[in-house]
């Protein structure tokens, strides 16, 4: 679905993205994580057009899209869940989501898309008047990620989608992740810091280190992998 060929990102003199390859198949939950800086974020938005590519391809079902408009990537099946939400503080619930089927015509399929929305997130049914900027970290969350579900995408992109959330809520947010995947068959690709949880429901991960991917393995393999576990799961 997704097929990310020798990708290099600078910023101004700072070669932030080195050669990095990878493959997402249909269907699949990969997970990319890394420490901090190690560019999962600049991966993300080069996929998603948000910042220039110096070299390699992108290509999204066979098609390159490779520096391609951000906007226009929505139209063709690629949704993006920015670090920090980015959710629109000053509207309700219900207008959020409205924005986020900006690309789609088909206003009675919004209708319902809208309704199955608020039935795998029961915690937006019960807000949908509410300011988006007066909800918990974890409800803002749940928003941002039913609004990229709104633009109707075959390939969802979420950017550390349990930073600042409390346990029970990082558990809540990946077992919608799953569903997402399994029962609404969207692909994922997932940036993640919590490398244990984003390992445990991936098929399979890749580990950014300064730039580059240095280690790729299923989900479970690079759960027991005893480097990766002294480096980023805590022992
Ligand atoms: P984090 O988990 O902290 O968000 P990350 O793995 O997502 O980290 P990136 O945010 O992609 O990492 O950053 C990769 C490198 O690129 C870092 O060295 C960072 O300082 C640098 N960088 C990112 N954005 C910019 C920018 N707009 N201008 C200059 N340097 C940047």
New binding site residues.
């Given amino acids: 679905m997704l097929n990310v060929n020798d990708l290099n990102v600078y910023?101004?003199g700072?070669h932030?993205i080195k050669n990095i390859s990878f493959q997402i198949k249909k269907g699949e939950i990969v997970s990319l994580i890394?420490a901090?800086?190690?560019?999962?974020?600049?991966?993300l938005h080069a996929i998603s057009g948000l910042v220039p590519i110096k070299s390699g391809e992108i290509s999204l079902s066979g098609e390159n899209v490779t520096n391609i408009d951000a906007y226009k990537l929505v139209s063709r099946g690629m949704a993006h869940v920015p670090?920090g939400r980015r959710i629109f503080t000053e509207l309700t619930v219900l207008e959020n989501l409205e924005i986020g089927a900006f690309t789609r015509n088909d206003t009675d399929q919004i209708k319902k898309d809208m309704e199955h929305m608020f039935s795998l997130f029961p915690r937006l049914a019960e807000r949908k008047k509410q300011l988006a900027g007066t909800m918990s970290g974890g409800e803002q969350q749940m928003l941002a990620m039913a609004r990229a579900l709104m633009s109707n995408p075959s390939l969802l992109l979420l950017d550390?989608p349990s930073m600042g959330l409390a346990p029970l809520l990082v558990q809540e947010i990946f077992n919608i992740i799953v569903r997402i995947n399994k029962e609404e068959n969207v692909t994922v690709l997932l940036?993640e810091?919590n490398a244990n949880m984003a390992l445990s429901i991936a098929d399979r991960g890749y580990v950014?280190e300064t730039?580059k991917i240095i280690l790729e393995g299923t989900g479970k393999e690079l759960l027991t992998n005893p480097e990766i576990k002294k480096a980023y799961l805590g022992g």
Avoid: M, P, R
């Fill in positions: 910023y101004g700072i932030a890394g901090n800086g190690a560019g999962k974020t600049s991966t670090e550390e940036v810091q950014l730039g």
